[in-house]
Nanobody, 118 residues
Framework: EVQLVESGGGLVEPGGSLRLSCAAS????????MSWVRQTPEKGLEWVSS????????GVAPSVKGRFTISRDNAKNTLYLQMNSLKTEDSAVYYC???????????RGQGTRVIVSS
């Protein structure tokens, strides 16, 4: 079965850190660019970051630049998002998605919720 399964979300205080993981299965992970996107009722779906299939080139949204880092381990079929200096406005459901960018219809996981609150 082709699927993406996110983990690592939770409740964290402003200024804290979290590391999200996304386990891929059922397809050749190393052949695809991958992305993190997030969704809130207020802003809708927002692109966070993307990484090239071989892990070289990355892109990151201005709102998280300098705080979030995307990475991948193709040997483990896993995508990561290291989130530092978290802000309340980073609260959202975070999804990993196959492909570059927040493209509607691309394979996406079930999401993991991040709540940044004191």
């Amino acid at each position: 079965e082709v699927q993406l399964v996110e983990s690592g979300g939770g409740l964290v205080e402003p200024g804290g850190s979290l590391r999200l993981s996304c386990a891929a299965s059922g397809f050749t992970f190393s052949s695809y660019d991958m992305s993190w996107v997030r969704q809130t009722p207020e802003k809708g779906l927002e692109w966070v970051s993307s990484i090239h299939s071989r892990g070289g080139a990355t892109g990151v949204a201005p709102s998280v630049k300098g705080r979030f880092t995307i990475s991948r381990d193709n040997a483990k079929n896993t995508l990561y998002l290291q989130m530092n200096s978290l802000k309340t406005e980073d609260s959202a459901v975070y999804y990993c998605q196959r492909g570059w960018g927040a493209v509607p219809g691309n394979l996406r996981g079930q999401g993991t919720r991040v709540i940044v609150s004191s």
